[in-house]
């Protein structure tokens, strides 16, 4: 399991720390699957620096670009816009798997075959 960790730095910076087995480490943002915010993470809305966010946090969890790509913006809107606002958080590997399986089970429930 890993622990995420998203702080505020002195300097107002927001970043994220990924605690499992191996230690400590920064999550990267992950502009090589997709670009939406160079400038950084960011979370309390729905913005550039919250989509990054979701795009990485799922990237780390699961590995499987084409879900990273097609949940991040949902997962942005019902996970990372709904964090405190310049303020700490911290939630687990297990956290986002729940949520990708309760959504992959919604989309599963509303495609009825004719």
């Given at each position: ?14 970043k ?10 920064e ?23 919250p ?61 009825v075959?004719?």
């Amino acid at each position: 399991m890993k622990i995420y960790h998203g702080i505020i730095t002195k300097s107002g910076a927001a970043k994220v720390i990924v605690i499992d087995s191996g230690g400590e480490r920064e999550l990267p943002l992950r502009l090589d699957l997709q670009s939406r915010s160079s400038a950084g993470f960011a979370w309390g809305y729905q913005g550039a620096g919250p989509t990054q966010l979701a795009l990485a946090l799922l990237a780390d969890v699961v590995d499987d670009d084409e879900l990273v790509l097609y949940h991040h913006q949902h997962f942005k809107l019902a996970v990372i816009a709904g964090l405190p606002p310049n303020r700490g958080w911290r939630m687990t590997s297990e956290d986002i798997h729940s949520w990708i399986t309760g959504k992959q089970k919604y989309i599963n429930s509303i495609i009825v075959p004719f």
